[in-house]
């Protein structure tokens, strides 16, 4: 009982802080604003963003590619902050190179889902960061559409800390 009392209480503050995520990058990203970009979840190493289809729509009626490309690449990226953030860490964070494809068309809402890749480890990561100042860290991001991969990425994310002044 305890443990799932903790779980949800953990889940909720984890949704709140991806919701302040999402409010800053609508304040501080006009891209993301324009998207209609929405919170989905942050949990148990995962991270889902979404926005409606109207302000993502191409001229064939179904998601422009650049849309898609910069959902997938703002929930990476949300995924590298939040787990920066929870934490206590505060990094600049950057994609550092991506891979892309697209397999299908996607004609409703966009959601997106990012978690680290098959070998990638928090642990592993953060023990690079405290000793170097910056490390590296790969991502894969989908979208789907009626249940099948629409669009992948794959992505190289850095966090740097705050050089002293």
């Known amino acids: 009982m305890n443990v799932q009392l903790h779980d949800s209480v ?15 990058m609508r304040t501080e990203i006009p891209l993301a604003a ?13 991270l889902s963003l979404h926005a409606p289809l ?4 191409n001229d064939k009626g179904c998601a ?4 898609l ?5 703002l929930s990476g990226w949300a995924l590298v902050e939040l787990e920066l953030e929870a934490r206590g860490l505060h990094c600049e964070v950057f994609v ?6 697209y397999v299908a068309p996607v004609w409703g ?12 480890h928090w642990d592993d ?3 690079v960061l405290s000793a170097r100042g910056k490390a590296r860290v790969q991502i894969r991001a989908s979208i789907e559409s009626a249940g099948e991969p629409a669009a992948l990425l794959q992505a190289r994310y850095v966090a740097r800390l705050p050089r002293s002044t």
Do not use: K, W
């Not at 324009?34 to 995962?46: E, N, V």
């Not at 490309?69 to 690449?73: P, R, V, Y």
């Not at 809402?109 to 990638?120: P, Q």
């Open 10 to 24: 953990h889940l909720a503050n984890a949704d709140g802080a991806l919701a302040r995520l999402v409010a800053r």
């Open 34 to 46: 324009a998207m209609d970009l929405r919170p989905g979840t942050h949990a148990h190493g995962m």
């Open 54 to 57: 109207a302000p993502n729509i």
């Open 64 to 67: 422009f590619g650049g849309s």
């Open 69 to 73: 490309a910069s959902l997938l690449t």
């Open 96 to 101: 550092q190179d991506s891979t892309l494809r």
């Open 109 to 120: 809402e966009l959601h997106a889902i990012a978690h680290l890749d098959e070998g990638e």
């Open 125 to 127: 990561f953060f023990a």
